[in-house]
């Protein structure tokens, strides 16, 4: 048999003939329920677009005023850098490292492989070289991306604020916002073993699936 | 997609002297060590999987110690220093009557991880000894813990912010505590524990059951 036509379940194991999955029609592994393949039009175009959103957003997050404090005739600002800068004294500078990473850089990273993977393919050109290392690298940062988190942690720590000072919002909190709404739909819109087999396949030269 | 013939019986990879991709579902014949399609390391093995997951559970519940015991935050009032551990933090959110965000923060930063160390040695355990919870329920509950393990390092970003935030020069300032590298490490090992667990095993081990 051609290893090719079948697939193995990521979760289970269990072995599937990969046939054509009709469009907006999802296929089930049999025996655990994961989601095998849901094909949907334009997935690939809207995750790029959706994917580039969020760079743009998170540029815009790292450069913009963030947060404002004042309080008694004092005032402070703070940028998302001065953030992340936050444990840079003393011994805890490798957590403000690894703060850094984990809300902009690995972000962006990973936004930036999404890109390069899917954004050729979404024009319908052969996707770039090295596509499918680049999409598994995409896939593996994605538990490590944690932008959304974080404003999570800004709201909870407003709260904590807003007793005794004035808390002035800028426009990157606004930018970090509008990066959750984006962060969720983008990871909605992707099916990890759909774009497999659509790169799959473009890669080895047919122009349609 | 159809599972192969047989329904009740499902054939896998393993069983077909194949081995399947954890990233992307294509198989190869047993023995290959990269995935063909997408360069991921291709393994399933017992020992290999679960030793790696009990590592870093005990690991990120060795961090988890110094986490709580250690202040979390350092505020100066009018140069009056106090301190905050996880606990004290919380219970001084319920003090201002902020129920919500105390609510959040302590779901975040004490009921998940505790949750999340039971959840993953169970989920070891259970590969070995036969289980209590059948298999769907068990991978429903890898799931949960895979996807909700991340989202205890708010309490960092917190930290971070507060301290970044909170300089009004002699009025108040916040300067962040040890515990809050100890509970960044422990999120991040028991984080790897989830993804070294391979659910495959689950399921390799409901058949071994059944023969």
Same mark, same amino acid.
Do not use: Y
């Given at each position: 048999m051609n290893l090719d036509q079948i697939i193995a379940c $990521?979760?289970?194991d269990a072995l599937h003939h990969d046939q054509d999955v009709k469009k907006h029609s999802t296929a089930k592994c049999a025996?655990?329920?994961?989601?095998l393949a849901a094909p949907k039009s334009g997935a690939m175009t809207r995750i790029a677009m959706l994917s580039l959103t969020a760079l743009i957003l998170l540029i815009a997050a790292a450069c913009f005023p963030f947060l404002a404090l004042e309080a008694q005739g004092f005032s402070h600002r703070a940028s998302v850098l001065d953030t992340v800068m936050a444990?840079?004294?003393? $011994?805890?500078?490798p957590l403000s490292l690894a703060t850094g990473f984990l809300i902009v850089l690995l972000p962006a990273a990973r936004y930036c492989a999404l890109i390069y993977t899917l954004a050729p393919m979404a024009i319908g050109?052969?996707?770039?070289?090295q596509a499918a290392r680049v999409y598994t690298w995409a896939e593996r940062l994605k538990p490590w991306a944690m932008a959304e988190i974080f404003i999570i942690g800004v709201a909870v720590a407003l709260v904590k604020v807003s007793g005794l000072a004035r808390v002035e919002l800028g426009p990157a909190f606004w930018a970090f916002a509008a990066l959750l709404v984006v962060t969720i739909l983008t990871d909605s819109a992707i099916c990890r073993l759909t774009v497999r087999k659509t790169l799959k396949i473009r890669s080895s030269g047919q122009s349609e699936i | 997609m159809e599972p192969p013939e047989n329904s009740q019986q499902y054939l896998t990879a393993a069983e077909a002297g194949l081995v399947g991709c954890r990233a992307c579902g294509t198989v190869a014949p047993r023995g290959t060590r990269v995935c063909p399609c997408c360069q991921s390391r291709l393994e399933l093995s017992e020992t290999a999987s679960l030793q790696r997951v009990w590592a870093w559970l005990i690991a990120g519940l060795i961090a988890y110690i110094p986490a709580n015991i250690y202040p979390m935050l350092r505020t100066v009032t009018f140069g009056r220093a106090s301190e905050n551990t996880l606990m004290g933090g919380i219970l001084e959110l319920l003090h201002h009557g902020s129920y919500g965000v105390a609510f959040i923060v302590f779901f975040a930063s004490i009921v998940i991880p505790i949750a999340k160390f039971l959840a993953i040695a169970f989920l070891a355990l259970s590969v070995r000894k036969p289980p209590t919870l059948d298999t769907h329920g068990r991978l429903l509950l890898y799931e949960v813990v895979e996807f909700i393990g991340?989202?205890?390092m708010i309490d960092v970003f917190v930290v971070a912010i507060l301290t970044a935030l909170?300089?009004?020069?002699?009025?108040a300032a916040i300067s962040p505590g040890i515990a809050a590298v100890s509970f960044a490490l422990s999120v991040a090992f028991t984080m790897l524990a989830a993804q070294s667990f391979d659910p495959r095993l689950m399921w390799l081990a409901e058949k071994r059951d059944e023969s």
């Open positions: $990521p979760v289970c025996r655990c329920g994961t989601v444990f840079s004294s003393g $011994p805890m500078a050109w052969r996707p770039a070289p | 991340r989202w205890s909170v300089q009004l020069d002699f009025a």
